[in-house]
Antibody
Framework: QLQLRESGPGLVKPLETLSLTCSVS??????????WGWIRQPPGKGLEWIGT???????YYGPSLKSRVTISVDSSKNHFSLKLTSVTAADTAIYYC??????????????WGQGTPVTVSS | DIQMTQSPSSLSASVGDRVTISCRAS??????LNWYQQKPGKAPNLLIS???ILQGGVPSRFSGSGSGTYFTLTISSLQPEDFASYYC?????????FGGGTKVHIK
C-alpha cells in the first residue's frame, strides 16, 4: 500500500528557505501515470495547492507562490522535494504531500501524507 | 485562476439529517470537481472524484452531483463519523484550486 511521509524542519526563521521532502514507499514512485503534489493548510484555514511535479520533473506551480517555490523529484531516492524561499509568518502551515492520480482526463489527490507542521519564527 | 466558493462555510446538523454542501466555480469546469473530507488533526481524504465517482470504502450515503459551475455534495443521513470539514477542488485547470471548506458541526 502506498505511503507518503513528509520530513523537514518544523521551525524556519523569517526570510530563510523552507525545505521539505516527501518519501514515497515501494515502487509506486516509478509509475509514470502519477504526478506528485504539495498542498498546505495554515492554522485554522483551508487548503492551498502549492504545486505538482511529474515523474520526469515537469512542474506546475500555484500563482501565489510561484516566484518562491521549487519542486523537484529524485526518482533514485523515491522522493520529491519542496523549497520555499524568503518565508514569512504567512507561510506557517501544515504542509502535505500527496500523489496526484490521473485517468486520462481527470485527476485527484490520493493518498496524502500525514502532514508536517512548519512554523516561521525567529 | 479559477475561484471555488463553498457554502455554507459551516453548518450544524443532527445525526440522521440530510446535508447538502455547495461548491461554485468562477467559470465552467465541466465535471472536473473532487470532494475531500478532513477530520481534526488528520490529512484530507478523497471522497468523490470527477463530480460523482465515490471512492472505494466511502459509504453510499455520500453522493456528488453537478456540472459546469455548480456542484453539490450530499450526505443522505448524517452519521457521527461524518462530522468533519469538507473541501471541493477543481482540476479543470492545471492550476488547481480548492474551495474554502465547509465545517459540519454537531447540533
Amino acid at each position: 500500500q502506498l505511503q507518503l511521509r513528509e520530513s523537514g524542519p518544523g521551525l524556519v526563521k523569517p526570510l530563510e528557505t523552507l525545505s521539505l521532502t516527501c518519501s514515497v514507499s515501494g515502487d509506486f514512485f516509478r509509475d509514470t501515470s502519477y504526478n506528485w503534489g504539495w498542498i498546505r493548510q495554515p492554522p485554522g484555514k483551508g487548503l492551498e495547492w502549492i504545486g505538482t511535479v511529474t515523474y520526469s520533473g515537469i512542474t506546475y506551480y500555484g500563482p501565489s507562490l510561484k516566484s518562491r517555490v521549487t519542486i523537484s523529484v529524485d526518482s533514485s531516492k523515491n522522493h520529491f522535494s519542496l523549497k520555499l524561499t524568503s518565508v514569512t509568518a504567512a507561510d506557517t502551515a501544515i504542509y502535505y504531500c500527496a500523489r496526484q492520480g490521473y485517468n486520462g482526463y481527470a485527476n485527484w489527490f490520493d493518498p496524502w501524507g500525514q502532514g508536517t507542521p512548519v512554523t516561521v519564527s525567529s | 485562476d479559477i475561484q471555488m466558493t463553498q457554502s455554507p462555510s459551516s453548518l450544524s446538523a443532527s445525526v440522521g439529517d440530510r446535508v447538502t454542501i455547495s461548491c461554485r466555480a468562477s467559470q465552467s469546469i465541466s465535471k472536473f470537481l473532487n470532494w475531500y473530507q478532513q477530520k481534526p488533526g488528520k490529512a484530507p481524504n478523497l471522497l468523490i472524484s470527477t463530480t460523482s465517482i465515490l471512492q472505494g470504502g466511502v459509504p453510499s450515503r455520500f453522493s456528488g452531483s453537478g456540472s459546469g459551475t455548480y456542484f453539490t455534495l450530499t450526505i443522505s443521513s448524517l452519521q457521527p463519523e461524518d462530522f468533519a470539514s469538507y473541501y471541493c477542488q477543481q482540476t479543470y485547470s492545471s492550476l488547481l484550486t480548492f474551495g474554502g471548506g465547509t465545517k459540519v458541526h454537531i447540533k
